[in-house]
């Protein structure tokens, strides 16, 4: 099994910049899915983007793929402080199973 | 609209006692169902996985079990709990193999 690695683990930037956040992996997917976890709480499902796909926007963010370096990016653009919360990629194999990270931690400073 | 529900949110239970951790969905049939467990500050790991009523497949040997008794509903069980069960458990389900997977609020569980 392969597991998706969030880069950087760690990331504090000031209200209005923008947040920019990586993830690597080491097999073939089917689709990779963005999740934003505020403490103590479940998992909020942000973007899925599939392996035909390289590009994928929602609101402020934006998420973009590329499958020949297995890596994929999770840009938040004029952040907020609510935007405080743990970032999670999760890799899609087809075998019936997301495989996690551990979350790059984003904190936003007013 | 899909919604998931979890109860309950938190629980503290003492080494030896008996867990039930309930999971249900409405809005969807036969639903794909996930129990997961994080420990903090960690990833999530898959505990086991449901394609129907009745059908359970597990994925790393433990204390734990998981049962599936009526279609969207799935309930993860422990006979008697060990200190290492604590962490912060999630449902989830998903509608399709390749489709997005959607979280429960969580049960927070201390074993004392």
């Known amino acids: 099994s392969q597991q998706g690695e969030e880069d950087p683990q760690a990331l504090s930037i000031q209200e209005g910049e923008n947040a920019t956040m990586n993830c690597s992996y080491k097999t073939s997917i089917n689709n990779l899915q963005w999740y934003r976890q505020n403490s103590g709480r479940g998992l909020v499902h942000l973007i899925l983007?599939?392996?035909?796909?390289r590009e994928k926007h929602s609101g402020r963010l934006r998420v973009t793929l590329d499958t020949s370096k297995k890596s994929s990016s999770l840009l938040i653009t004029a952040s907020r402080a609510a935007d405080t919360a743990s970032y999670f990629c999760a890799t899609d194999e087809g075998a019936n199973n997301l495989f996690f990270g551990t979350g790059t931690r984003l904190t936003v400073i007013p | 609209s899909q919604t998931i529900h979890q109860w309950p949110a938190t629980l503290v239970q003492p080494v030896g006692s008996p867990l039930s951790l309930e999971c249900t969905v409405e809005?969807?049939?036969?639903?794909?169902l996930y129990w997961y467990r994080q420990a903090a500050g960690r990833g999530l790991q898959l505990l086991f996985y449901?394609?129907?009523?009745?059908?359970i497949s597990s994925e790393v040997p433990q204390n734990l079990s998981a049962s599936r008794p009526q279609d969207r509903q799935f309930i993860l069980s422990s006979k008697k709990l060990l200190l290492s069960d604590s962490g912060f458990y999630l449902c989830?389900?998903?509608?399709?193999?390749?489709?997005?997977?959607?979280f429960g609020p969580g049960t927070r569980l201390t074993v004392t």
């Open positions: 989830a389900w998903r509608e399709s193999i390749l489709g997005e997977q959607y």
């Open positions: 983007i599939r392996s035909n796909e």
């Open positions: 809005g969807t049939s036969n639903p794909n």
């Open positions: 449901s394609v129907g009523i009745g059908q």
